[in-house]
C-alpha cells in the first residue's frame, strides 16, 4: 500500500504482487526448516521426516492477504498427509522463534531465520523437499528515478552473492 501510494519507492517483500502498476522481480528463495526448542527430542535427528510433525504444536505465521508463508507451510503439512495443530500465530519471524524458544511449538521458517540467533532453538532441514519462500523487489512501473535504478542494481548484486554463499544458481 505505501508503494502504490508513493509513499516509498521500492518494496521488499514476498511474491506474489498482482498489482498491474508495479513491477516486482523474485531475488532470493530459500527452503523452509524446523525451528523446534532446544531440548526438544527431534534435535537428535539430522533430518526430521514431515510426518514425525504430524502431533506437534506449531507456531504460524496467520492466514492474512499479502503472508504467503502459512499457505507454503500448510500445503507442505497436507501434503505430508497432516494438517498442523496451531498452538499460536505470530506475523514476524523474530516472535515466531520466540514462541519456539519459550517452548510453545515447532515453526517451518525460511532458512535464513538461523541467523537470529536466539538461544533455545534449534533448527534442522525436513528430509523432503520443502516449498521456497521467495523474496522480491517491487517498484512503480512507472518510476524512472535513477535512484530506484540503483538501488534495484545493488540488490540485485547483493542478492546474487547471498545466493552464491547458499549454493544456489
Keep these: 500500500a505505501a508503494l502504490l501510494r508513493g509513499d516509498i519507492d521500492v518494496a521488499i517483500l514476498r511474491p506474489p504482487v498482482s498489482?498491474?502498476?508495479?513491477a516486482s522481480e523474485a531475488i532470493l528463495a530459500e527452503p523452509f526448516v524446523l525451528a523446534l526448542p532446544?531440548?526438544?527430542?527431534?534435535?537428535?535427528?539430522?533430518?526430521?521426516?514431515?510426518?514425525r510433525l504430524a502431533g506437534e504444536p506449531f507456531v504460524m505465521f496467520?492466514?492474512?492477504?499479502g503472508l504467503v508463508n502459512h499457505d507454503l507451510v500448510m500445503d507442505f503439512c497436507l501434503r505430508a498427509g497432516f494438517t498442523p495443530r496451531v498452538a499460536q500465530?505470530?506475523?514476524?519471524?523474530?516472535?515466531v522463534v520466540g514462541l519456539v524458544s519459550?517452548?510453545?511449538?515447532v515453526a517451518l521458517v525460511p532458512a535464513s531465520t538461523q541467523k537470529i540467533g536466539l538461544a533455545g532453538v534449534a533448527y534442522r532441514p525436513l528430509?523432503?523437499?520443502?516449498?521456497?519462500?521467495?523474496?522480491a523487489l517491487a517498484w512503480r512501473r512507472a518510476d524512472a528515478s535513477p535512484a530506484v535504478a540503483a538501488f534495484l542494481d545493488v540488490a540485485r548484486r547483493v542478492a546474487k552473492q547471498v545466493n552464491s554463499a547458499a549454493g544456489e544458481p
Design 19 to 22: 498489482e498491474a502498476e508495479l
Design 38 to 51: 532446544a531440548r526438544h527430542p527431534l534435535r537428535a535427528l539430522r533430518r526430521v521426516p514431515a510426518r
Design 62 to 65: 496467520p492466514r492474512q492477504p
Design 89 to 95: 500465530e505470530a506475523y514476524q519471524t523474530h516472535t
Design 102 to 105: 519459550a517452548g510453545i511449538g
Design 127 to 135: 528430509r523432503e523437499a520443502t516449498p521456497q519462500s521467495r523474496t
